[in-house]
């Protein structure tokens, strides 16, 4: 790593820390320039905006789940549970709900698009490994595997990011599920029990 990069991500951590302590809003670059001791010059050289460092906040945030989900990916647990733990580690703690809210504002579409798309892209190879050993198990049964994944993770982004969705959908999206990858009966069962 690079002295700018490492700088780079040192003003991230502080945005990051400031965001959760203070919130988004309260927390101006003057704040930011201030807990990292450098000039606002230097700010702009690595930020255009504080919208930016906003957005890179939240792709720190999804490295830091999908290290989560490879932990996930190489414990010994069953496919099944691998897979809805690899799931539920690329959500946001609860701690990090305000910089989400932001990111999710309407104002904010196109960076949540391009992020939505990031984490998208970050989950599928993990995924598709716990898929691939479900395969060798007999518990999937698909190919094509990354294109399932992503319908997959697009529809559920779209279901669940909303946080208002019913109970039919739920279990019209967990059926769904069973029928991309292929899984043998029962395994909704299962996906239900994990969930719920």
Do not use: W
């Not at 780079?8 to 927390?27: C, V």
């Not at 799931?87 to 960076?111: C, G, H, L, Y």
Request: glycine content about 8%.
């Amino acid at each position: 790593m690079t002295k700018g990069e490492k700088r780079k991500k040192e003003l991230l951590e502080i945005a990051f820390g400031s965001f959760l302590t203070k919130g988004y809003e309260q927390t101006s670059v003057d704040d930011i320039i201030a807990a990292a001791g450098i000039a606002k010059g230097t700010f702009y050289y690595y930020f255009e905006s504080k919208e930016q460092m906003l957005e890179e906040v939240t792709e720190l945030m999804i490295e830091r789940e999908a290290a989560v989900a490879e932990e996930i990916a190489a414990s010994d647990l069953p496919a099944p549970e691998k897979f809805i733990g690899i799931i539920s580690s690329f959500r946001p703690q609860k701690e990090e709900a305000e910089i989400s809210d932001v990111v999710n504002r309407p104002e904010n579409f196109r960076m949540h698009e391009k992020l939505k798309k990031k984490l998208i892209e970050r989950m599928v190879p993990i995924l598709g490994r716990i898929v691939e050993d479900g395969i060798r198990d007999g518990i999937f049964d698909c190919d094509h595997i990354p294109e399932r994944l992503k319908i997959l993770l697009y529809v559920g982004s779209n279901l669940f990011d909303a946080g208002s969705y019913t109970q039919n959908e739920f279990d019209v999206f967990v059926d769904l599920t069973e029928k991309i990858l292929g899984a043998k009966q029962g395994l909704v069962d299962m996906i239900r029990k994990l969930i719920g």
